[in-house]
């Protein structure tokens, strides 16, 4: 039953990768099921050495290298509030470090200050730094290095 001893090695090789998480062990117990399909078709021993070989190779060769460069590049877009950090506001009502109110992406904000000593007036074009919760903390625009 040398299908069997395939699947085995698909375990251990799957164990492996969970621990290790470098994406090799994981293609390599592919490669093995691959290999105990094979086996349970009836090939040979050397047949099933060489679809093992072969998927191997088209799995550390093809598939880990774009693994790896969609799991570097991040994710490409921000989602809930932290879309709105970078954003610019409009000033709706003083802002000071306790308390204000700003109007971004076309809703009202509570806000606050990033500096607690700036106070900005109602009309100013302000940054958003940060947002804590429901509050955006925000930076005067001009005051931008």
Known sequence: MPWLVWLLAAGVLGVAEFFTLTLVFGLL???ALVAAVVAGVGVGVFGQLVVFAAAAAAGLVVIRPVALRHMAQGPLTREGSDALIGKQAEVM????ATHGLIKLSGEEWSARSLDESHVIPVGALVDVM???GATAVVYPRELLP
């Open 29 to 31: 117990a592919g490669a």
């Open 93 to 96: 009502q003083e802002v000071t």
């Open 130 to 132: 940060e947002i804590e």
